[in-house]
Structure formats: C-alpha cells, structure tokens
C-alpha cells in the first residue's frame, strides 16, 4: 500500500499558515507501514480539488485530505470528493443530531451553514471528531481509501490516535506500533551517532536521530502483533543507549523541559527563583503551562538591558551588569535572594556573541556559556529551553 497527503487551503498556498499536518501524518503513516509517495498543497477551488483527487485516486491506496471541511462556501473538500467518485452528499440524520448537540452543549443555536458538516456520500463513513464540528469521512471505493480531516492539528491529532491510526494499521496488517523517544543533551548528533552506531540501520525496532530545540531526539519505533510485545523489543535497545548515553539523557517521550523541571523540583522539595534576560520572560512561560505544577516555581523577574533590580535588604543592581559568566551567577544568586527560593537561575541580558546561563543554590554554582546567535524570537526561545535542560541535568 502506498499514501498520499493533500493539504487544502489558499491559506496555505499563501505561507499564511505553515502545513505541519503533512509531517505529522507522514511519520505516522510510516509507523502504519504505509509509506507516503505523493503530498500537495491544493487551494480552495472546486476545479483544482477535484483534479488533485481525481489523479490521486488513480495512483494512491490511501489519500488523507486535510482542511476545508468547514461550514464556508470555499470549505470545498466534500464537495470535491463526491463529485471524483461520483456521488451525492446527503444530511446523515444520526450526524446532524450530534452536530446540533454540540452547539447546545455550546449554548447556542446552530447557523443553517453548519448542516453541510453533516452530510455524507454512500461510500463514506463519519470520522469521529470529539473536539470539534467538522467530522472526517472516511469513503472506501475500488480498494482506495480516502480519508477526509480537519485543519486544526490538534483535532486530528486525536482522530489519528483513536480511529484512524489504529484502523490503518489494522488494514495494512502491521499490528501495534509502539514509540519511545529518549531526549538528550550535551552530545552532538554526530557524537551519538558514533558511540550508537552499531543500533542504527536495524528495522525493528528502528531506531531514528532528530535534532531539536531541547536537544538530540533518539526515536525507537517497534513493531508486533500487540503493543506489549512492540515495548518488549524496544526495551533491550533503550537498555543499550541508556548504558552508554545514560548521563546525556534528560527526559522521555512527551517530556518538555518545563513539565520535567518542575517535577524534579517538586519532588525533591526545593524551590526556584528565575531573572530572565535575554528570554524575556519565555522561560517562565514554560514553567507555567497547563498541567505542570506550579508550587515550586516562586516567579521569575524580566530585567531588560537598562533595568534596576531590587532584592531584599535595599540592594539595588543594574541588570546591564548581566553579561559575562561571573556576573550572570551573581544575579542567580540574587534570584535565590528575591524569591527566597533554594535555586537561583539566571539567563545573561545581552551579549553580541552569545549568552550565559547560572544556576545557584547552597551547593551549587554553576555557569554554562552559550556560543550562538539567532534571531531575537528564536533567541528568546533557544535560552529558555537551554537553561530549563541544564536544571534538569543538575537537578537529576
């Protein structure tokens, strides 16, 4: 079986709104076993959409679509769909009584524009969408399946993991797949991939290398008749790199530094104190989201380039002091000092050729250079996640 991903959206043919939904169903349809030969951006023209569907009818097993399944008149991809495969839209009574009870649920009448989000061709099957109004299709015709989705990530993410993933790999005949990804810092791609490489080529369980953000992403995807069995075969490779890498790794799978810091802070008892520079602010951002635990976290101080700190005691201090190593640990200290936290950390203010990161506490100071320059935003984001994965190495 072979797939292809169409993309629909003048939106996106614009650069108003980057595709991530392509990469997403691209991996997972690899785990599926159904590699992807073919992916497009299509706008919302009836003409173009149905051409694009139509030539992939021809070529493809599997054809996901995603957007343009919205109550608009330029939501077109049903519309597009049915007339490639020559059938007619109908009101799925079962799917306008859900449809309409999810606006109650809102408080508020359904618009008459919503009903085209219940229709359904005879080939086509309804794709539960439990956190939005527009459910998918899913149409199998001459051996092809053609699944239409959403545009939100968030919404097909979850119809992903709870129909259509698992339905694909059942008709693909490769079983459970099973995922676990090891987070790393401190060694290069190249030097993981040296000290590794006797891992990587096997199929499975397969092991992949990814650069990010927060570090090396080592992926170990396993396949077998059931999920136990996947994890059984991933569990003597994780056991392998954990023995020759164990020091550099910082967190697993859905882990971020932010919920992974707190935790180690949490569970350790101790608290922190942050003054932020050069992140402005997006450190504490990290530490503050939905479902991470707040009560270790005492607050954090944005002190730009010109700013006067204040810390107990009438000591005053200008954070255009806060670049270069030295000073960067004094402000950490500081931190400790005006939070009344157990850590103090410290991302330096401005520095042309990089940044420094400090972390205090009674038994620890601790200074980390940073050698790169980006972009502000990217900056701003590169220094808070830096910092966040070198407290949790020291907290670990």
Same mark, same amino acid.
């Given at each position: ?195 590794? %490489? ?154 042309? %050729? ?43």
């Amino acid at each position: 079986m072979n797939a292809e991903i169409i993309a629909v959206g003048h939106e996106l043919l614009k650069g108003e709104i980057v595709d991530t939904n392509t990469s997403f169903l691209a991996q997972e349809l690899s785990k599926a076993g159904i590699p992807v030969r073919w992916s497009g951006i299509v706008g919302d023209d009836i003409a173009d959409l149905n051409h694009a569907i139509t030539q992939a009818i021809k070529r493809s097993d599997v054809i996901i679509t995603t957007g343009g399944l919205g109550p608009t008149s330029d939501d077109l991809t049903r519309e597009a769909v049915a007339a490639a495969l020559e059938e007619e839209m109908l009101v799925d009574p079962v799917l306008l009584e859900w449809l309409e009870g999810v606006f109650a649920a809102r408080g508020i009448d359904m618009p008459q524009t919503n009903v085209k989000q219940a229709t359904l061709i005879p080939s086509a099957q309804t794709v539960p969408n439990p956190q939005g109004t527009a459910p998918g299709w899913w149409a199998r015709k001459h051996d092809t399946h053609i699944i239409l989705l959403p545009g939100p990530p968030r919404e097909i993410k979850r119809m992903w993991a709870e129909t259509v993933g698992p339905e694909l790999a059942r008709i693909s005949g490769v079983g459970a797949i099973t995922t676990r990804t090891l987070k790393t810092v401190g060694i290069t791609e190249g030097g993981i991939d040296e000290l590794l %490489s006797g891992l990587f080529g096997q199929k499975n369980p397969y092991l992949g290398i990814y650069a990010h953000q927060d570090g090396i992403h080592l992926r170990m995807i396993a396949r077998a008749p059931d999920e136990t069995e996947a994890m059984e075969l991933i569990k003597p490779m994780e056991s392998e790199i954990r023995a020759k890498i164990g020091d550099a790794i910082w967190g697993v799978d859905e882990e971020t530094p932010g919920n992974r810091a707190s935790e180690l802070l949490a569970s350790s008892g101790a608290t922190l104190g942050v003054i932020e520079g050069i992140s402005g602010g997006v450190l504490a951002s990290h530490l503050i989201q939905p479902g991470i635990g707040t009560a270790s976290f005492k607050g954090s101080l944005v002190a730009n380039a010109d700013g006067i700190v204040e810390v107990p005691g009438g000591q005053t201090f200008s954070a255009g002091d806060m670049t270069g190593g030295a000073a960067t640990l004094e402000m950490a200290n500081h931190a400790r000092k005006l939070f009344n936290s157990d850590y103090g950390l410290c991302i330096s203010a401005r520095d042309e %050729s990089g940044y420094h990161i400090a972390i205090a506490s009674e038994d620890v100071q601790d200074v980390t250079e940073i050698n790169a320059r980006y972009a502000r935003a990217m900056t701003m984001q590169r220094s808070a996640t830096t910092a966040l994965v070198r407290l949790v190495s020291l907290l670990g």
